[in-house]
């Protein structure tokens, strides 16, 4: 099983920036593609972001030009880099890993979720 932890969320003002962390750990694992999800209350939840393991980026257009992922597969951490920010960002972010190892295990994870607001 592959465990994610994320970090890196908070309240900031319209226009300004926060970077978002997510962690993957466990026992023999290999990432594959990685994404960052939102949600907010009473919708449904909405991938913003994906990256391969080759580094191939995918994003929705609402944020294309102001939200950039990243991963650093030496650490096993995936990073969303937010700027821009407004008030219709504000969600749940989630992080999500597809994972597999040289058995037959394999699967997705999910992190916990961290709060990023902007206030209107």
């Known amino acids: 099983q592959v465990e994610l932890v994320e970090s890196g969320g908070g309240t900031v003002p319209p226009g300004g920036s926060l970077r978002l962390s997510c962690a993957a750990s466990g026992s023999r694992f290999r990432i594959n593609t990685m994404g960052w999800h939102r949600q907010v209350p009473g919708h449904q939840r909405e991938l913003v972001a994906s990256i391969t393991s080759s580094g191939i980026t995918n994003y929705i257009d609402s944020v294309k030009g102001r939200f950039t992922i990243s991963r650093d597969n030496a650490k096993n951490t995936m990073y969303l880099q937010m700027n821009s920010l407004k008030p219709g960002d504000t969600a749940v972010y989630y992080c999500?890993?597809?994972?597999?190892?040289?058995?037959?295990?394999?699967?997705?994870?999910w992190g916990q979720g961290t709060q990023v607001t902007v206030p209107s």
């Open positions: 999500e890993a597809d994972w597999s190892t040289p058995g037959p295990e394999g699967g997705r994870s």
